[in-house]
């Protein structure tokens, strides 16, 4: 089994900075593509950012230069750092890998819990 635990959410006030972590833990042999993800009250879930075992990234034009995406592979953990935030970053932000179990295996997507993040104007 695959676990994705998400921390770091909470309440800040407009202009404020987060940190949100992701760990991943179980029976794991490699983690490809690792993402952050957020939906809002009433809206889909949407891609924030994405980041390569190679620690290629890409993000959604609505956080370009105010998030950073990064990875520990070494601990198995991926980070959101999240500056000069706005009201309408408001969302639970979910982490997303994908994850290989066993070298014979195939690869398989998993989703942690989600983690609330909101922003006050």
């Known amino acids: 089994q695959v676990q994705l635990v998400e921390s770091g959410g909470g309440l800040v006030q407009a202009g404020g900075s987060l940190r949100l972590s992701c760990a991943a833990s179980g029976s794991i042999v490699s983690i490809g593509v690792m993402g952050w993800y957020r939906q809002a009250p009433g809206k889909q879930r949407d891609v924030v950012a994405t980041?390569?075992?190679?620690?290629?990234?890409n993000y959604a034009d609505s956080v370009k230069g105010r998030f950073t995406i990064a990875r520990d592979s070494a601990k198995s953990t991926l980070y959101l750092r999240m500056n000069s935030l706005k009201p309408e970053d408001t969302a639970v932000y979910y982490c997303n890998a994908d994850v290989l179990r066993s070298w014979s295996s195939t690869w398989e997507n998993y989703w942690g819990q989600g983690t609330q993040v909101t922003v006050s104007s």
């Open positions: 980041i390569t075992s190679g620690g290629s990234t």
